[in-house]
């Protein structure tokens, strides 16, 4: 029994909430990936860009739940997302139509694409700050818990509760969709492939009659996609503010480099990895070893590796020593 | 001088918009102002060196600006005894055990050829390095954050002139330089930017949270000053009959003593954080003054022209002769130490340490459109960033609140969309920033005052 309620407590504390952490990361790592692999520069803008497309998914909800639509047991920003997406995607075509296009033509280095993406950081921060303000906000309605802990003991009987959040086992399931969806995309179909061969090698691309506009699009759209999915999952799971939205592009960026920064699939286990290795690093074990050792030698500190308070930097300290020892990635990068 | 037209123009339309704040809103905002821009001007001419002079992409400026901070606490702030007593002793130990550590690694670096092993080896003795120090130095940690929390909680410093932390400051940012420079400079140029930007955020995570050595959150504050207090002004001699002096024309009007009093103890307080602002403003500007001339110097020297050499052509550099990589870290500590002097002048000024406030937007980006709009490679540009930059920056509010006002001047007060803009005002500053960066990339990207190679 003691076996049991010890999985139940990892699985409660450490496992699900570090799947749905590292799927959220996922979805940024890729869309992080993407525009590397493809438009061939690092964005600093990831984060403000995400919390712009999760943004307009809040204001769609307020607006449909002051008309009284909503969804029952689901959020409401379901609904609110694909408006979402719209107005992301028209927001990043208007910027790489006046921004990064003039540099796409001018074949200027990466660091420069790098600082101009730190223009737009700056520009969409203040357009987020300016709409919304800075304010912690919660757009979250529907049934909360698909199992409560309290449910689940007496259910079960175990000592231990389980407890299941909807935004958890949503977020999970809308990013197998996404992912599986994106994956066939670029393997199957013609789009994709030609996207495969830009990122490859863009004058072969060229040369064999690829249309750089229209790669150019595509990934947009997939990127806004990817951004404000991920974005709104993150703002129901957690809560929206902009500042906290700016400071995830770091572990992003963390999980897109960990997994080979250009390689989708490298992107979206780096996501896992890095979430992974956050929770399990500075959990603390006590609880955990006190079902399973005999009592004679329970611990008596809290077996913690890191304070929670080293979060960031244990996914940060992973991608340094990735980056100085494998830069291209554990996943090899640039193939995408 | 007709060469140097556009740079004495810069300065002096800059200089007149100083004195406009001064005229307009107040002496004490405008030298507020002005000695932030003096701090920022030290930051971007480190960025500078970096960026300007050899082409190194650096966005850990935070960590380098808070490690200078924390050199200001911990030269200036006196030593806790109790604190010492407590746990000093678990403290030392730890340092002992990861200068063992360190050596340990070295020797195996240096001793055995790369392979599988080595690489294992070498990471089963950081972490169980980790673990030990870790638990070894929990008691210690726990016994001096136990001593009087409220007000010390921390080991204190060496209680010497806080001045001194400046050149301290640069020692630590060097030193923390040296290292991330010999691990990451080999990376390619956008992953050694991000690789820095997250180091950086490493930095102030441990500087957030050991308390033991900084505070952590709960700060430390009342830092000691190398000016005088305000305070102790006010009661001077011969302070007041300076003031007196200096301001006798407009008391002179006043008929009534009894007045002519109060108003002389209002101007003696005004008078004396102008004051305190003056004699900070002298030091940051001997501070600049003297970085001014050693980095014209080198920027002119067979050791300038090398690293343009080594910026615009890094193999041709090598097949010349130039050891690439020992210049790249020469420079990247260079330039971190002086970003290091300015974080301790930052707390010098503020009297204060605050490791929350660190923030990239303030600390890496800001600082970066500084160097990028006022003129990457040229240090009166790049000095010319620190103080446009600041300038907007701070005035951002008061200007944007002006033109929302003027555009929207048929519209009643009441109206939702012109209440939310006022409200917002703060944020407009974000948007001029980008909008600047992103103007000056596109139709001027070598910036206000551009870099000039003179052939001499």
């Given at each position: 029994m003691d076996f049991v309620n010890a999985i139940i407590l990892l699985l409660n504390y450490i496992f699900i909430p570090a799947l749905t952490y590292g799927s959220q990361l996922a979805l940024g790592a890729i869309f992080v990936t993407l525009i590397y692999g493809i438009l061939r520069f690092a964005n600093f803008a990831t984060g403000d860009m995400m919390s712009f497309g999760t943004m307009i998914t809040i204001l769609f909800t307020w607006y449909f739940q002051s008309l009284g639509v909503s969804l029952g047991v689901l959020p409401t920003a379901l609904i609110a997302i694909p408006f979402g997406i719209i107005f992301m995607i028209l927001y990043m075509l208007l910027i790489d139509k006046f921004v990064f296009k003039y540099y796409r033509h001018q074949k200027s280095p990466p660091v420069q694409f790098a600082m101009v993406s730190i223009g737009v950081m700056f520009v969409t921060q203040a357009v987020v700050r300016i709409i919304i303000g800075p304010a912690d906000r919660r757009f979250f309605d529907g049934e909360?818990?698909?199992?409560?802990a309290r449910e689940f003991k007496e259910m079960t009987g175990l000592n231990e509760g389980l407890a299941i959040k909807s935004t958890q086992v949503l977020t999970i399931f809308v990013t197998i969709v996404l992912v599986s969806l994106l994956f066939w995309f670029l393997n199957k179909t013609k789009t994709g492939k030609s996207m495969k061969a830009y990122s490859d090698n863009e004058d072969l691309a060229l040369l064999s009659g690829i249309d750089p506009k229209k790669i150019v699009l595509v990934t947009w759209v997939i990127a806004g996609i990817l951004a404000t999915i991920g974005g709104a999952l993150y703002g129901l799971d957690k809560s929206f503010k902009p500042f906290t939205y700016f400071n995830n592009m770091l572990p992003i960026f963390a999980a897109a480099i960990v997994g080979g920064i250009g390689n989708p699939f490298g992107a979206f286990l780096g996501g896992y990895v890095i979430a992974f290795s956050e929770i399990l690093l500075t959990y603390a074990y006590k609880k955990f070893f006190m079902y399973v050792l005999p009592e004679s030698m329970e611990p008596d500190s809290l077996v913690q590796l890191l304070s929670t308070d080293y979060k960031f930097a244990v996914s940060f300290s992973i991608l340094v020593i990735v980056l100085i020892y494998r830069p291209s990635g554990i996943f090899k990068g640039k193939v995408l | 001088m007709r060469k140097n037209l556009n740079v004495i123009a810069a300065y002096s339309i800059m200089m007149v918009l100083i004195l406009m704040v001064g005229i307009f809103q107040s002496w004490n905002i405008a030298l507020s102002i002005f000695n932030l821009c003096l701090i920022s001007a030290v930051m971007t001419m480190g960025a500078n060196i970096q960026?300007?002079?050899?082409g190194l992409i650096n966005f850990g400026i935070m960590g380098y600006t808070a490690l200078g901070g924390l050199a200001a606490v911990l030269i200036s702030v006196d030593p806790v005894q109790e604190a010492w007593r407590a746990g000093g002793f678990d403290i030392l130990m730890s340092l002992w055990l990861i200068v063992v550590m360190v050596l340990v690694v070295r020797f195996i670096l240096k001793r055995f050829e790369k392979s599988k092993i080595r690489t294992y080896s070498i990471a089963a003795i950081i972490i169980s390095g980790i673990l030990l120090i870790r638990f070894s130095a929990e008691p210690g940690i726990e016994a001096i954050e136990a001593v009087d929390p409220a007000k010390t909680g921390f080991l204190g410093?060496?209680?010497?002139?806080?001045?001194f932390s400046w050149i301290v400051g640069a020692l630590f940012a060097g030193g923390l330089a040296f290292i991330i420079g010999k691990v990451a400079?080999?990376?390619r140029a956008d992953y050694l930017a991000i690789a820095t930007l997250l180091i950086s955020e490493i930095v102030i995570a441990i500087i957030k949270h050991e308390d033991w050595l900084t505070r952590g959150v709960k700060n430390v504050i009342g830092l000691k000053r190398p000016a005088p207090y305000e305070v102790d002004l006010q009661t001077t001699d011969w302070f007041i009959n300076l003031v007196e002096k200096f301001h006798s024309g407009k008391l002179n009007l006043i008929e009534n003593l009894a007045d002519r009093q109060a108003a002389l103890n209002q101007l003696v307080i005004e008078g004396s954080s102008v004051f305190v602002k003056l004699c900070y403003s002298g030091l940051f500007l001997v501070v600049v003054i003297i970085l001014l001339i050693l980095t014209q110097k080198a920027l002119y020297s067979p050791w300038g022209r090398m690293m343009r050499a080594i910026r615009d052509n890094e193999e041709a550099a090598n097949a010349m002769g130039k050891n690439v990589v020992k210049q790249h870290l020469l420079i990247f500590i260079l330039g971190s130490a002086i970003v290091g002097i300015a974080g301790a002048m930052l707390v010098t000024q503020d009297g204060l340490f605050t490791p929350?406030?660190?923030r990239p937007m303030r600390y890496t980006f800001l600082i970066w459109v500084m160097v990028i709009v006022g003129g990457s490679g040229n240090n009166f540009g790049a000095i010319l960033g620190g103080f446009v930059v600041w300038f907007l920056w701070i005035e951002a509010a008061p200007i944007s609140l002006f033109l929302i006002n003027f555009f929207t001047a048929g519209i009643p007060e009441t109206n939702a969309l012109k209440a939310h803009l006022i409200e917002s005002v703060p944020y407009f500053r974000f948007l001029m920033m980008g909008l600047g960066l992103l103007l000056i990339m596109r139709y001027?990207?070598?910036?206000?005052l551009p870099e000039k190679i003179e052939i001499k």
């Open positions: 909360k818990f698909i199992i409560k | 960026w300007g002079y050899a410093g060496f209680g010497l002139p806080i001045i400079l080999g990376l929350g406030s660190y001027r990207p070598k910036g206000i």
